[in-house]
């Protein structure tokens, strides 16, 4: 009778649980790699931020400020109907889903109500836009775009 260990069953019997146990840290390295980035660590400051969001949001509203966005390849042009002067705005475009992908852009003034950028890269998807004056802004016109 030959040992143990040179027979089939044995060797299925613990393939079966080894597989399972395989699978098991494999989905956990999946799960931490992948984590959705739903929850705030600090929710409470994000709270309170988003009252002066919205108080900017409607300081563009009473302005009468409102964005349209074309985008071609990697060039993004913003029209603006409403009375900013500003050279430069800054452009904030956040992923859907994956907020590593988040990036802010400069935007340049090319005419009256005119302004384009171009972007780093090529864009895919529905992006959330919010265009403003920098840091210190009194306005902020957000939106949606296609790529």
């Known amino acids: 009778m030959l040992p143990w260990?040179?027979?089939f069953w044995p060797w299925f019997l613990i393939l079966l649980p080894g597989t399972a146990v395989v699978a098991t840290l494999y989905t956990v390295v999946i799960a931490n790699q992948y984590a959705d980035d739903l929850v705030v660590d600090d929710y409470y400051k994000e709270g309170l931020a988003i009252n002066r969001q919205l108080?900017?949001?409607?300081q563009a509203k009473a302005l009468g400020l409102i964005a349209k966005l074309n985008?071609?390849?990697?060039?993004?042009d913003i029209e603006i109907n409403g009375p900013i002067e500003a050279p430069q705005l800054r452009l904030l475009l956040s992923h859907a889903m994956e907020s590593d992908r988040d990036f802010a852009v400069p935007v340049q003034k090319i005419a009256p109500g005119q302004y384009r950028v171009?972007?780093?890269?090529a864009l895919k998807?529905?992006?959330?836009?919010?265009?403003d004056e920098g840091v210190s802004s009194?306005?902020?016109i957000d939106g949606d775009?296609?790529?």
Do not use: D, I, V
């Open 5 to 7: 260990y040179k027979q």
């Open 55 to 58: 108080e900017r949001q409607n």
């Open 71 to 76: 985008s071609q390849e990697r060039q993004l």
């Open 118 to 121: 171009f972007l780093p890269q």
């Open 125 to 131: 998807g529905r992006w959330h836009w919010t265009l």
């Open 138 to 140: 009194q306005w902020r």
């Open 145 to 147: 775009h296609l790529f």
